[in-house]
């Protein structure tokens, strides 16, 4: 049927014949994602004729299907101009029962004895997926939501989070987090004024079913109980991301400081969940990482801090299992072909970096991991299937993001002393963190890290002054090319050399530069001119 015989007999027809016309439109085109753009004007016209059945006092059923109507025509960002109305957002949000200010007031006054059959609930679902659609498609709606604080009447429903249906949450909770990403001035105020932080970690510690035995510690998952319920991962998911939004900046506070080691607490007891797949599981330790990369380093002690649980007696009692678990992931990432290492990896070593420059015993024990003592000398540090491989590889990855984050990681991890790094690394592939640091004539990072030593093995102690500092191996003997040339011979030869060099440096291509004394770079004429660049300790002639 098309779109001018369904205007013009929706303007004539009661509830009944308009839920029929609606629901042959819907049925036609329930897997239309993309639409004709002559029809544009007919279809928001539709919208407008479907909002206003919505306005009046019509049945549950010519509501869902009023709805549906609106979710297939959502999908198009150019009609949504009747819907992106205050008057439009209002219907929605009451067919959501997403209530504000007094009445949201009220309305929790009798949310306990508030039940809804399962069509009104089928209402609630479809009015919150066009409101997703909506705010998702058109900046208009966004401001609209934002001055009818729909982000309100949300926190309001997050309260009662206990009593949600599975779709009810997720799209409460997509709804929020798409609110709290597209309008970046709206964080603040679900902060400050409706306490979402708060709510969003007590709709996740319902969620994922937290018990907890001590302070900051929960019950760990049961090695028999089945895997996580997809729906609460999901929920658990939408959940994640609208915190991950909220908390881009913080405020520090005591309270502050309270909620988000109930948070990291939480995100440790998700990292130690089983779920139904394995990409739901990488999904969950994404989110996790994301989440936990926004806040304070100083709180990941509660990641190895568990009391009751008790740990490792090496790593001074900390339970180091979340830490595996990070580590399991981030080696995933970096086998995983054709994937985006700026947006998969980065947030991990960031993560893991971070960790071990404030936590001791993170450190630790990921350098055991990822750094064991040497000892093959005979095969180049990038060669090999081990992590430490890996991610000596990355060293030279083409993305520079990627690069840095490597290098920064295996830096730390070596306490950031050069000749630890280079001795894991070889100097060809650190060459570019240590220009960036400004470390070329060696030395240390500006992080203070205890004074314990590490032990090299017998055999690296052997192997060591046959070791190619560049390349960071032993390499096979190689035939002297200027063995058997005489003083004549090789003196033409490095004329020859000098002189291409100084053609391509009167062309621009190249060129030649110095290490100042502070181990930065600086042009050749620069260094060999600057008189603090010899040792000011000798007595000149």
């Given at each position: 049927?098309d779109?001018?015989?369904i205007?013009?007999e929706?303007?004539?027809?009661?509830?009944?014949e308009?839920?029929?016309?609606l629901?042959?439109?819907?049925?036609e085109n329930?897997?239309?994602?993309?639409?004709?753009?002559?029809?544009?004007t007919?279809?928001?016209?539709?919208?407008?004729s479907?909002?206003?059945?919505?306005?009046?006092q019509?049945?549950p059923?010519?509501?869902?299907?009023?709805?549906?109507?609106l979710?297939?025509?959502?999908?198009?960002?150019?009609?949504?101009?009747?819907?992106a109305?205050?008057e439009?957002?209002?219907?929605?949000?009451?067919?959501?029962?997403?209530?504000?200010?007094?009445?949201?007031?009220?309305?929790q006054k009798?949310?306990?004895?508030?039940?809804?059959s399962?069509?009104?609930?089928r209402?609630?679902?479809?009015a919150?997926?066009c409101?997703?659609?909506?705010?998702?498609n058109?900046?208009?709606?966004?401001?609209?939501?934002?001055?009818?604080?729909?982000?309100?009447?949300?926190?309001?429903?997050l309260?009662?989070?206990?009593t949600?249906?599975?779709?009810?949450?997720l799209?409460?909770?997509r709804?929020?987090?798409?609110?709290?990403?597209?309008?970046?001035?709206?964080?603040?105020?679900?902060?400050?004024?409706?306490?979402a932080?708060?709510?969003?970690?007590?709709?996740?510690?319902?969620?994922?079913d937290?018990?907890?035995?001590?302070?900051?510690?929960?019950?760990?998952?049961?090695?028999?109980s089945?895997c996580?319920?997809?729906?609460?991962?999901?929920?658990?998911m939408?959940?994640?991301?609208?915190?991950?939004?909220l908390?881009?900046?913080y405020?520090?506070?005591e309270?502050?400081?309270?909620?988000?080691?109930?948070?990291?607490?939480?995100?440790?007891?998700?990292?130690m969940?089983?779920?139904?797949t394995?990409?739901?599981?990488?999904?969950?330790?994404?989110?996790?990482?994301?989440?936990l990369?926004?806040?304070?380093?100083?709180?990941?002690?509660?990641?190895?801090?568990?009391?009751?649980?008790?740990?490792?007696?090496?790593?001074?009692?900390?339970?180091m299992?979340?830490?595996?678990?990070?580590?399991?992931?981030?080696?995933?990432?970096?086998?995983?072909?054709?994937s985006?290492?700026k947006?998969?990896?980065?947030?991990?070593?960031?993560?893991?970096?971070?960790g071990?420059?404030?936590h001791?015993?993170?450190?630790?024990?990921?350098?055991?991991?990822?750094?064991p003592?040497?000892?093959?000398?005979?095969?180049?540090p990038?060669?090999?299937?081990?992590?430490?491989?890996?991610?000596v590889?990355l060293?030279?990855?083409?993305?520079?993001?990627?690069?840095?984050?490597?290098?920064?990681?295996?830096?730390?991890?070596?306490?950031?002393?050069?000749?630890?790094?280079?001795?894991?690394t070889?100097y060809?592939?650190?060459?570019?963190?240590?220009?960036?640091?400004?470390?070329?004539?060696g030395g240390?990072?500006?992080t203070?890290y205890?004074?314990?030593?590490?032990?090299?093995?017998e055999?690296?102690?052997?192997?060591?002054?046959?070791?190619?500092?560049?390349?960071?191996?032993v390499?096979?003997?190689?035939?002297?090319?200027?063995?058997e040339?005489?003083?004549?011979?090789?003196?033409?030869?490095?004329q020859?050399?000098?002189?291409?060099?100084?053609?391509?440096?009167?062309q621009?291509?190249?060129?030649?530069?110095?290490?100042?004394?502070?181990?930065?770079?600086?042009?050749?004429?620069?260094?060999?001119?600057?008189?603090?660049?010899?040792?000011?300790?000798l007595?000149?002639?």
């Amino acid at each position: 049927m098309d779109l001018d015989s369904i205007l013009s007999e929706l303007n004539t027809a009661d509830e009944e014949e308009s839920e029929k016309l609606l629901l042959q439109y819907n049925r036609e085109n329930s897997l239309t994602f993309k639409f004709e753009q002559r029809e544009e004007t007919l279809r928001s016209k539709l919208c407008q004729s479907v909002l206003t059945v919505l306005g009046r006092q019509v049945r549950p059923s010519c509501q869902k299907t009023c709805l549906e109507t609106l979710r297939i025509l959502s999908r198009d960002k150019h009609v949504l101009s009747p819907v992106a109305t205050r008057e439009g957002m209002l219907i929605l949000g009451r067919m959501a029962k997403l209530q504000t200010g007094e009445e949201a007031g009220d309305n929790q006054k009798n949310s306990q004895g508030d039940t809804r059959s399962d069509e009104e609930e089928r209402v609630v679902v479809e009015a919150l997926k066009c409101l997703c659609n909506v705010v998702f498609n058109s900046p208009a709606a966004q401001q609209v939501s934002v001055e009818v604080e729909l982000a309100q009447g949300l926190c309001n429903n997050l309260r009662t989070a206990g009593t949600w249906s599975h779709e009810v949450g997720l799209f409460t909770l997509r709804l929020l987090f798409l609110l709290s990403a597209l309008r970046a001035d709206l964080r603040g105020v679900l902060k400050k004024e409706w306490d979402a932080v708060k709510l969003l970690t007590e709709v996740l510690e319902h969620t994922l079913d937290v018990r907890w035995v001590g302070p900051y510690e929960a019950a760990p998952p049961d090695p028999q109980s089945l895997c996580m319920p997809a729906e609460d991962n999901d929920r658990a998911m939408e959940a994640l991301k609208a915190l991950f939004n909220l908390t881009l900046s913080y405020t520090r506070g005591e309270e502050d400081d309270h909620q988000f080691r109930l948070i990291v607490a939480i995100l440790r007891h998700l990292l130690m969940q089983k779920t139904e797949t394995e990409e739901k599981t990488e999904e969950a330790h994404s989110h996790s990482v994301n989440l936990l990369n926004n806040l304070p380093v100083s709180c990941l002690d509660v990641l190895i801090d568990l009391p009751i649980q008790g740990g490792q007696e090496k790593y001074g009692g900390k339970n180091m299992d979340a830490v595996q678990v990070l580590l399991d992931f981030m080696e995933k990432r970096i086998d995983k072909q054709g994937s985006n290492y700026k947006e998969g990896l980065t947030p991990v070593l960031s993560l893991l970096t971070e960790g071990s420059r404030h936590h001791r015993e993170i450190r630790r024990y990921i350098k055991a991991q990822v750094l064991p003592p040497l000892k093959d000398v005979m095969i180049r540090p990038e060669i090999g299937s081990a992590v430490r491989n890996k991610l000596v590889r990355l060293m030279t990855h083409v993305d520079m993001g990627v690069k840095q984050m490597a290098a920064e990681f295996l830096f730390v991890l070596c306490k950031e002393s050069v000749d630890n790094l280079l001795k894991y690394t070889g100097y060809g592939n650190a060459a570019g963190l240590l220009v960036a640091r400004g470390l070329l004539a060696g030395g240390r990072g500006e992080t203070q890290y205890s004074e314990d030593e590490d032990s090299d093995t017998e055999e690296y102690k052997t192997a060591k002054p046959f070791i190619n500092p560049i390349t960071g191996h032993v390499e096979e003997p190689m035939p002297n090319p200027i063995e058997e040339m005489s003083e004549e011979q090789k003196e033409y030869e490095a004329q020859i050399l000098f002189n291409m060099f100084e053609e391509l440096s009167r062309q621009n291509m190249i060129r030649p530069m110095g290490v100042r004394p502070d181990g930065t770079l600086a042009p050749l004429e620069e260094t060999l001119c600057d008189p603090n660049a010899g040792d000011s300790g000798l007595d000149s002639d």
